[in-house]
């Protein structure tokens, strides 16, 4: 008897990965992945996880045809559209025609890739509007509103937050320096915390969700691996490597004139998206939100918060802090090539899919300019 097939969107993204593995490394489910490259470095390396099943099939979230023929004969799905590609409105239109072809296709469980709708979270003011997360958030709860009224397709979200990878990883909000042989975060949120997550986990909770859909059929399961605060990441990457570290608390002008992400504060936030577009908001207005969350997230009683206990009973094997995750990545770090932690922080790489597809989108538009 075949596997349930599984049909993903954003399958090749960073977060895709790791579910993609935890879905087919027991031969549980097959999975067919939407991808506008099938002969791309990663839909290459997820085919040869499971050449039997694994499928890839050309095509992109902004056609119908495409994703019709994706959830055809599907049982399962799970999508997480990148909001960096479609801008927020054209996410929230492709986010709900997605659940609703899949209805019509009569796939039996939905699995939504979410974020926290911090806009309505923060009792809708207008400090904390971040596009690439309200976008999902106002989406996913549409979508869990729809599931209370069928019987034939049940819902899930899965609402995750920035990853602990890009705190040692290239053009980030989190990225580091290396200055005099100190590893420096220099990042405007306070004495905030980010909901990190560790990408690793995430195979884990979709899979769960997948195994137990009576029990996560309605439910949204935000994840975390804490609420790290950068004094704490700095002494623990000192702990785990013992080089000096340190966290330097910045205002949000001073971060935008010389921070990682300085140069492109006046692009799209939405790279397929023109800056004439009513919709469109630029990566400095989108992120100053998304920073300004963080700062008003101190402990797990601020603006985002997570259910420690329960995401414990899910996954009591889960990364549970800062210095466990540094200890595990300096280890996974050096056995797969990829050298220390401190020799990566001084030799940062890009961790994001939208990352390497923004560049390749802005280089092709000035070329044609």
């Known amino acids: 008897m075949s596997p349930p097939l599984v049909f993903i969107v954003g399958g090749t993204g960073a977060q895709g990965i790791p579910i993609v593995k935890s879905l087919v490394e027991d031969g549980s489910y097959s999975v067919r992945i939407l991808t506008r490259d099938t002969s791309s470095k990663r839909a ?10 694994v499928s890839l ?24 559209i990148d909001g960096f590609n479609s801008g927020e409105k054209a996410e929230i239109f492709w986010t709900m025609r997605a659940y609703e072809l899949a209805l019509e296709e009569g796939v039996k469980f939905y699995v939504h890739g979410n974020l926290d709708f911090v806009y309505k979270k923060s009792g809708y003011k207008p400090e904390f509007r971040t596009g690439h997360y309200d ?4 989406a996913g709860e549409w979508i869990l ?3 209370k009224h069928n019987t034939q397709m049940g819902a899930a979200l899965f609402t995750t937050g920035p990853y602990i990878q890009m705190a040692i990883s290239k053009n980030t909000p989190f990225q580091p320096v290396v200055e005099d042989g100190v590893v420096i975060w220099r990042v405007p949120i306070g004495q905030g915390a980010a909901a990190h997550v ?5 195979g884990h ?8 859909q009576t029990q996560s059929n309605g439910k949204d399961l935000e994840v975390a691996i804490d609420m790290i605060n950068y004094d704490d990441m700095a002494k623990a990457f000192t702990k785990v490597t013992g080089k000096p570290a340190r966290y330097e608390p910045v205002d949000l002008d001073t971060w935008w004139k010389t921070g990682p992400m300085a140069r492109a504060a006046g692009f799209s936030s939405g790279y397929g998206v023109a800056l004439d577009d009513p919709s469109a908001v630029t990566i400095r207005e989108n992120f100053t939100g998304f920073l300004k969350m963080w700062e008003a997230s101190v402990g797990n009683k601020g603006l985002i918060q997570r259910d420690f206990d329960l995401l414990d009973k899910i996954h009591p094997t889960r990364t549970k802090s ?10 996974r770090g050096v056995e797969a090539g990829l050298g220390s932690l401190w020799e990566r922080v ?18 092709e538009t000035s070329s044609k300019i």
Request: charged letters at 35%; hydrophobic letters at 35%.
């Open 205 to 212: 909770y979709v899979r769960w969700m997948l195994d137990n």
């Open 346 to 363: 001084n030799d940062l790489k890009l961790l994001l899919k939208n990352q390497e597809d923004g560049s390749r989108f802005r280089e």
């Open 198 to 202: 560790d990408l690793d986990d995430c």
């Open 145 to 147: 509103d729809q599931a």
């Open 44 to 53: 290459m390396e997820l085919q040869a996880l499971s050449p039997s099943n």
């Open 135 to 138: 976008g999902k958030g106002r």
């Open 57 to 80: 099939v050309s095509g992109t979230f902004f056609s119908e045809d495409d994703l019709r023929a994706g959830f055809h004969g599907a049982d399962y799905a799970f999508i997480n």
């Open 322 to 331: 800062a210095e466990e995750w540094l200890r595990k990545e300096e280890k």
